[in-house]
C-alpha cells in the first residue's frame, strides 16, 4: 500500500484566514481524493484530484471555497479559504490503487478555527 | 434516508468476545465493500475489502457480505484492548467516490 504524509498534522487558525495543507505519496498515483471528517459524522468527499486536469468538486463545495493543485502524480494541496469555524474538521487525504478499487488515506490534518 | 447506515456506538466488550460490526445500505448497485480502522488522532486504515457478496477472512477478522439484504458485517475474534478503535465501513459500484458509514466506536476492555 502506499505511504502518504500529509502537513501540517494539525493548525489552529484565525477566522477569515486561508490554510493550505499538503499531501505527499510515496509513489505515482492518478487519483487522490480529499475528504472532511466531522466530529460524529462519516467521511465526505470534497473533491477528487487527477493530474493534468481540474479537480472535481462533489456537491457543496466550490472551488473558491476549497481550490486544489495537483502538479504532478505524487503531490497534491488542498487550501481552505476565508476560514470560519464551522471549517473546523479533519482533512484527509486519499489515494486509490488503481489495480484494486482500493483507498488509503493519509493521517489527517486536525484544523480548528477560532 | 442514508444511503449506508452504521450503528455510531459505542460498543463495549471484554476481552476475548467475538464482537460483530455492521453496515445497511440502500443502493443495489454497490459492488465493492470494504471495512476501516480508525485509531483516535489518525487516518482511516484499510482492513477488509470484499468484492460482491460472500465472506473473506483474515486472521481474527471475518468479513461478510449479503447483497440480497443489503447488509454486512465485520465480525472480530478474540477482540483485544488493541482492536479498540472507530471501524468505518465503506462501499461503492466499483472505482468510483467511496460512501462512508458514520462509524462504529469500539472499546475493548481488559
Known amino acids: 500500500s502506499a505511504v502518504i504524509s500529509q502537513k501540517p498534522s494539525r493548525d489552529i487558525c484565525q477566522r477569515g484566514t486561508s490554510l493550505t495543507i499538503q499531501c505527499q505519496v510515496d509513489?505515482?498515483?492518478?487519483?487522490m481524493f480529499w475528504y472532511r471528517q466531522q466530529p460524529g459524522q462519516s467521511l465526505t468527499l470534497i473533491a477528487t484530484?487527477?493530474?493534468?486536469?481540474?479537480?472535481?468538486?462533489e456537491s457543496g463545495f466550490v472551488i473558491d471555497k476549497f481550490p486544489i493543485s495537483r502538479p504532478n502524480l505524487t503531490f497534491s494541496t488542498l487550501t481552505v479559504s476565508n476560514m470560519s469555524p464551522e471549517d473546523s474538521s479533519i482533512y484527509l487525504c486519499?489515494?486509490?490503487?488503481?489495480?484494486?478499487?482500493?483507498?488509503?488515506f493519509g493521517p489527517g490534518t486536525r484544523l480548528t478555527v477560532l | 434516508q442514508k444511503e449506508v447506515e452504521q450503528d455510531p456506538g459505542p460498543l463495549s466488550v471484554p476481552e476475548g468476545a467475538i464482537v460483530s460490526l455492521n453496515c445497511t445500505y440502500s443502493?443495489?448497485?454497490?459492488?465493492?465493500f470494504m471495512w476501516y480502522r480508525q485509531y483516535s488522532r489518525k487516518g482511516p486504515e484499510l482492513l477488509m475489502y470484499?468484492?460482491?457478496?460472500g465472506n473473506k477472512e483474515d486472521g481474527r477478522f471475518t468479513a461478510q457480505v449479503d447483497k440480497s439484504s443489503k447488509y454486512i458485517s465485520l465480525f472480530i475474534r478474540d477482540s483485544q484492548p488493541s482492536d479498540s478503535a472507530t471501524y468505518l465501513c465503506?462501499?461503492?459500484?466499483?472505482?468510483?467516490?467511496?460512501?462512508f458509514g458514520t462509524g462504529t466506536r469500539l472499546l475493548v476492555s481488559p
Open positions: 486519499s489515494v486509490e490503487d488503481s489495480s484494486y478499487n482500493e483507498q488509503f
Open positions: 509513489s505515482q498515483v492518478t487519483m
Open positions: 484530484a487527477n493530474q493534468g486536469s481540474e479537480a472535481t468538486y
Open positions: 443502493n443495489s448497485a454497490f459492488q465493492y
Open positions: 470484499t468484492y460482491s457478496s
Open positions: 465503506a462501499m461503492n459500484t466499483g472505482f468510483q467516490k467511496l460512501v
